[in-house]
């Protein structure tokens, strides 16, 4: 199975900052990994697919970038309506398909 | 509107069982492959079954293998879960989630394998 670390595990950040997670396979993979964000109390949702592709309707702040084990995710500029959970997950050797273990994102 | 909505969810007993319900609408359900996510309280999101547009494929996370079965009713446009032998760790809200892959009258697309639409979720509580 391949294990997926994300980083950091939370983070506080102002209005406006750039905000970044990582995220690391434990094994080289192909562009098949996935970005979602999920408000408390909510369903996750699709943010970006097949590490920089945005998902229709996404704001334009969000994209992703990243090769072989190591992928990044990024809010250009955070906004209020920003504070979430963010997963990646991977669909490059399955099953299982697996999830990173999330980001938590706050407002400072 | 493309809709998922789940049902079934309740209280169990360790080794009891229990039927989770997805009812899809909004989109032709016979085209998708479909999913089960789950997610302890507190705790990251978990994949666990996904089914084939015609159910003739099925895959499970190995820590329900021989105990959870997915299936599906394209006639109903409904998705279940059937879950035996349920355990404390088994406790999470359930999400049924559509996958990206999709066949349509020509050709089936295997990729992304993304959830582009996931339902309310239904609480699923293992205790005695």
Known sequence: DIQMTQSPSSLSASV????????QASQDMS???????????????LLIYDV???ETGVPSRF?????????????SSLQPED?????CQQYDNLPPLTFGGGTKVEIK | EVQLV????????????????CAASGFTFSRYWMNWVRQAPGKGLEWVANIKQDGSEKYYVDSVKGRFTISRDNAKNSLD???NSLRAEDTAV????RDRRYCSSTSCYVSPIAFDIWGQGTMVTVSS
Do not use: H
């Open chain 1, 16 to 23: 406006g900052d750039r905000v970044t997670i990582t995220c």
């Open chain 1, 31 to 45: 562009n098949n990994l996935n970005w979602y964000q999920q408000k408390p109390g909510k369903a996750p949702k």
């Open chain 1, 52 to 54: 920089s592709n945005l």
């Open chain 1, 63 to 75: 994209s992703g970038s990243g090769s072989g084990t190591d992928f990044t995710f990024t809010i």
């Open chain 1, 83 to 87: 504070i979430a959970t963010y997963y």
């Open chain 2, 6 to 21: 789940e049902s079934g969810g309740g209280l169990v007993q360790p080794g009891g069982s229990l039927r989770l319900s």
């Open chain 2, 81 to 83: 879960l059937q879950m």
């Open chain 2, 94 to 97: 359930y999400y049924c989630a």
